[in-house]
């Protein structure tokens, strides 16, 4: 009926449009071309594009856009709500005014934490707010079985049930498969179970994501065959392997975040290679609240790629066409009669500045305000209380060895970046527990698993925070997410890890034997509900600054940088609550050698 309702506008001369855009530079990202038109809107769609004036009444609402750009709204392909601690009500608040109307959301990280019940009520959520969002479920969890503890073990025993629930478009990131030579060996089963998933996945017509991190040959071959269809991977982090990935048929997702950074390299096989761009498609993947809120979204993403020497329409191509294509959305991702009326108008190309949002035919954003109340969403108890371990001693920590020196082996955190470095370093030996080097910024990491299923505690050393005193923990450790934590100390860490277990979820800072900042997540102990982004992005600026400035510390994003490195299917160690993960071969580590 919506559609006749249309058919009737345009073909009888006593009704007309709500809204006309009138005289912008409309980018047809079909044609790659900038020309003048107008843009009609009836209710939540596109009457027509070109001259309008036929489609003009007594009651419709006409914008002048002359000077501005007309573009579709942006489209986040591949994020995770989760690691901006916001309830998708509290992301969009943010996301919306910056140009981007329609999310992807992977919920890999509640899914670990909670199971399928987090997953639907992230779904149920996604109903609730006037952009499009649509979720992408994982078909394994744990990503590395015997490597690591979730709190519930998905397989394909649970895809008829997630792939017919609301909003649920199909199966996010393949990270099961990521190491493809030695989960093929010692994991055969987990091949047989993903390819169950994605079969299923496939013949309900459903997209099913890649994650292929330095993957090339044969290995790429057979995790793309794993995919039972189109491919993606928003891991692909040099130009060389973004060149292999798009001659063998993946969409690759060049990923710009919070502090994963690949899309300046990404591009140059557009830039310098000369590749065709209908594959190359900009994804955030992570973003903090913080960034969200002072930097904007996807229009900063696609600022960044036109630096970069990408075009201006190109790189829009890269949040809207290309995306829509990839997930079948088939309503987004480009302006025409009968889509979704979800337009950005943009007053400067270069920069990206972002005037107007239109969601759904209305009016939602102004100059970065949003015109649109978006009430407050709070989660059901079932998807709380996550957090069932018994607090830890200080003796529980340390890494025992014997004699007055050992060699440890040390995780290096690499900046920008979820891969990590490896080294081996000298540590001191003190009543048989190994000695963090604080002069050598050689540091004291644990991760204790947080469900109550085994107690489990891995424990390793680190190098590349640089803090000086004290020590933070969280709940948040991709993907599993069991309570990480780093320190100089290990009655430090205790106190964070402890208070992590107190709120049931968060963040928490020590220093000098008490905890002097925190914030509570009690949605899996990875979101709140109890705060606004606004209070997220404050709270999450001066957990930072403390951990930075009073700390010691030298990267941008501890928190973030520390919870990939528990990350156990990106090369190449790893801390997990089973030890120090080998992630190239499959195995774990002792930390003294």
Not at 324 to 344: H, N, Q, S, W
Request: charged share 25%; net charge negative; hydrophobic share 40%.
């Amino acid at each position: 009926m919506e559609y006749r309702n249309l058919i009737d506008v345009l073909m009888s001369d006593h009704d007309f449009a709500d809204v006309v855009l009138s005289g912008g530079n409309f980018i047809n990202v079909l044609t790659r071309e900038v020309y003048v038109a107008d843009v009609s809107i009836k209710g939540d769609y596109i009457l027509n594009v070109g001259d309008a004036s036929s489609l003009i009444g007594p009651d419709t609402l006409v914008v002048d856009v002359s000077g501005r750009f007309i573009a579709p709204g942006f489209m986040d392909s591949h994020m995770h709500f989760e690691s901006s601690m916001l309830t998708i009500t509290e992301f969009s608040r943010f996301s919306i005014p910056s140009g981007t109307t329609t999310l992807v959301a992977d919920p890999h990280e509640i899914g670990n934490a909670l199971g399928p019940i987090g997953m639907k009520a992230m779904a149920d959520e996604a109903a609730h707010v006037p952009n499009n969002v649509k979720l992408v479920v994982p078909a394994l969890t744990p990503d590395s079985p015997g490597l690591e503890t979730a709190a519930y073990d998905i397989t394909s025993k649970d895809m008829p049930d997630l792939l017919n629930y609301q909003n649920i478009i199909g199966i996010g990131e393949l990270q099961g498969f990521s190491n493809v030579k030695h989960v093929y060996r010692n994991t055969p089963e987990v091949v047989t179970d993903l390819l169950a998933s994605t079969a299923y996945a496939r013949s309900l017509g459903k997209v099913v994501d890649g994650n292929a991190p330095e993957l090339f040959g044969n290995e790429l071959a057979a995790h793309i065959i794993s995919t039972a269809g189109e491919c993606s991977c928003h891991e692909t982090t040099t130009k060389e392997e973004c060149v292999e990935k798009l001659r063998q048929g993946v969409y690759v997702f060049m990923r710009e975040g919070s502090t994963q950074r690949n899309m300046a390299e990404c591009i140059r096989a557009v830039t310098e290679e000369g590749l065709d761009s209908r594959r190359c498609i900009l994804a955030t993947d992570d973003m903090v609240a913080e960034d969200l809120e002072k930097l904007g979204h996807m229009n900063e993403i696609v600022k960044r790629t036109i630096q970069e020497g990408a075009d201006p329409i190109e790189a829009i191509q890269m949040v809207t066409i290309n995306p829509a294509t990839y997930f079948g959305l088939e309503d987004v991702g480009i302006l025409a009669p009968g889509k979704r009326a979800d337009i950005a108008i943009i007053d400067d190309l270069q920069e990206m500045s972002v005037e107007a949002v239109y969601v759904k035919g209305k009016l939602t954003a102004y100059e970065g305000k949003m015109l649109e109340e978006l009430p407050k969403y709070t989660y059901p108890d079932a998807v709380k209380h996550s957090v069932k371990v018994a607090p830890v001693k200080e003796e529980d920590l340390g890494i025992k060895t014997e004699g007055r020196e050992a060699t440890a082996r040390v995780i290096g955190l690499i900046p920008d970046q979820n891969l990590s470095d490896s080294f081996e370093e000298p540590v001191k030996v003190q009543q048989g527990i190994a000695q963090a080097d604080v002069q050598g910024d050689v540091l004291h990491m644990v991760c204790v698993e947080r469900y109550g299923r085994n107690g489990s505690i891995g424990r390793a050393f680190v190098k590349g925070f640089g803090i000086t005193q004290g020590a933070f923990a969280e709940s948040i450790a991709h993907d599993t997410h069991n309570i990480i934590a780093v320190g100089t100390n290990l009655k430090d860490i205790a106190h964070a890890i402890n208070r992590v277990i107190e709120m049931e979820g968060g963040i928490a800072v020590a220093n000098r034997g008490r905890v002097i900042q925190e914030m509570r997540l009690p949605v899996g102990g990875l979101i709140t509900d109890e705060l606004t982004g606004h209070e997220v992005s404050a709270g999450y600026g001066e957990l930072e600054r403390i951990v930075n400035e009073e700390l010691g510390g030298k990267v941008h994003a501890p928190f973030m940088h520390l919870s990939f490195l528990a990350l156990s299917t990106s090369p190449k160690w790893k801390l997990t609550d089973q030890g120090i993960i080998d992630v190239n071969n499959f195995k774990i580590l002792d930390p003294i050698v």
